[in-house]
């Protein structure tokens, strides 16, 4: 019998296969010992041959030599897919243990990476009035706030630099970036009056 698989990875539908063939190897040893066990209980090994050396006459010769030899047949059988079920479940847990670590060190690096590739944020939401044009754009307390239209953390000096934006912007969408969980995050906020002050709340 061929490897499972000749070279492809060992998948667990060819341990499951091969194990049905030991099964069905098994089941034939079990008739063919049965079939000798019908001829007089003669086993693999008692004399085919009466006290005078001649051929037994109580019992079907043909049969019980061709079951002596079917058995040793599978029993090789047998032995050579027991090696191969070993071999088949070392290999599927070798790859399992080796797709568990290529799972963990990409997540390792995507974490890395998503770090290192983060902006820096230059200021930090701390309240967000209900009903305000800032929470229907979704904003959250806690958002970092990398990217507010045209100010960044490169040319953001203070506050009112972010007023300026917003009041040249009344009624046109922003686009907002903020770092939220370790997350990039868009958000599109459209300064406007409300029922509170300014235009965004």
Same mark, same amino acid.
């Given at each position: 019998?061929?490897?499972? *698989? ?50 037994? @006459? ?11 030899? /079917?058995?040793?047949?599978?029993? /090789? ?57 800032? @929470?229907?754009? *979704? ?9 507010? *239209?045209?100010?960044?953390? /490169? /040319? ?41 002050? *300014?235009?965004?709340?």
């Amino acid at each position: 019998m061929a490897e499972p *698989g000749g070279g492809r990875p060992v998948t667990v539908s060819d341990v499951q296969q091969l194990v049905r063939r030991k099964d069905e190897i098994e089941a034939q040893i079990k008739a063919c010992y049965e079939l000798l066990e019908g001829q007089k209980g003669v086993g693999m090994h008692e004399p085919l041959v009466d006290a005078e050396g001649f051929p037994r @006459s109580d019992i079907d010769l043909y049969q019980v030599r061709t079951a002596r030899h /079917n058995i040793i047949c599978l029993q /090789n059988d047998h032995k050579a897919v027991m090696k191969q079920v070993e071999e088949a479940l070392h290999k599927l847990h070798a790859r399992e243990k080796e797709k568990h670590a290529k799972d963990e060190a990409e997540a390792l690096a995507e974490a890395m990476s998503q770090s290192q590739s983060l902006p820096r944020a230059f200021a930090k939401v701390n309240s967000v009035s209900p009903g305000s044009p800032a @929470s229907v754009s *979704g904003l959250q307390v806690d958002d970092e706030i990398v990217e507010f *239209g045209s100010v960044n953390a /490169n /040319n953001f000096q203070n506050l009112q630099n972010i007023a300026t934006v917003v009041q040249h912007s009344e009624g046109r969408p922003l686009s907002v970036t903020v770092i939220r969980g370790g997350r990039r995050v868009h958000v599109g906020l459209t300064p406007k009056r409300w029922a509170g002050k *300014g235009l965004l709340g």
